[in-house]
């Protein structure tokens, strides 16, 4: 399964990032092998609105299953659910720690947005 995590950095051990549309990286994680590779989302960093909803486009492009991030708006949740892309939220640590905790079945999947859009 491949998942994106919202990151500070572009490895394993930078912090989990709380926002996802304005994340600085996506980290791609090949759940099976262990093989990632980071994302720039530098172009969403300042976008005066629509962040949310081109990043979710931008990860629906590199083919993943499921997202985690701290936090999702609701016009980026209506672009992942449409994709039939999974979300998770309360990503909390480092991207390594995120990823231990979805593997262990400590993060639950959202029902919906759970910040309002712009945050």
């Known amino acids: 399964m491949k998942i994106a995590i919202s990151s500070q950095g572009k490895d394993l051990s930078s912090p989990a990032d709380p926002r996802f549309g304005r994340t600085k990286f996506f980290i791609v994680v090949d759940t099976d092998t262990g093989a990632f590779t980071a994302h720039d989302n530098s172009q969403n960093l300042n976008a005066p609105q629509g962040a949310g909803i081109q990043a979710a486009k931008n990860v629906n492009d590199l083919g993943v299953q499921a997202v985690i991030s701290g936090n999702m708006g609701p016009k980026a949740y209506a672009v992942l659910q449409s994709a039939g892309i999974d979300i998770y939220t309360g990503a909390t640590g480092t991207v390594k720690e995120t990823l231990e905790a979805f593997k262990t079945g400590k993060l639950n999947k959202a ?9």
């Open 111 to 119: 029902a919906k947005a759970n910040v309002e859009g712009h945050w």
